[in-house]
């Protein structure tokens, strides 16, 4: 949120497969331009990417906030699910094999069209919150393994020692 009223809001997106960002415009209509933020509607695997927030005032700019959006496929939530809420079946009845057409996971899943319903079901099971937390802590993971390992290359640098050398003749 701006600091002034003459401030000017501008909203970004640059998408995870390209370099280039666009400007998101209020008339978009999945995208609703918010006093506090920007509401996102009906997530689309084509919405991840990198938002940021940029306020414009007397020509000076400067970054409000920056959001990374990973988008989570829905496939991959439900059968997370419904590994939790019956071990014994591992996902089986989403690929068709013992439950068949009309089994519980295969109408349980097309209930789970907003995250609200997404939030309330993962309440007894695994929560889309722990589930995020899990993707999280395991992209926090391979960042400092690559850390300790740009630590080991830069150690590995040749050293440039001084000694008295006897004087060239």
Known sequence: MPRSQQATVKWTVQPSHTRTSRELLQSEDRMVHMKRGLLVQRLE??????????TLEHSFS????RYD????PQQSMTASQARASDPGAGGA???GSPGGPGSHTQRHTKLLRNYKDLHMVGMASMS???YCEQLWY?????????KWKQTQVDNGKARVRRHDSPPLQ
Do not use: H, N
Not at 45 to 54: E, I
Not at 62 to 65: M, P, R, S
Not at 138 to 146: A, D, V
């Open 93 to 95: 009845g989403l690929r």
């Open 138 to 146: 395991r992209e926090k993971k391979k960042l400092r393994q690559l």
């Open 128 to 130: 889309a919150t722990e």
């Open 45 to 54: 695997p084509g919405d991840a990417g990198l938002y940021s927030c940029t």
């Open 62 to 65: 400067q970054v409000q906030a």
């Open 69 to 72: 959006l990973q988008v989570i």
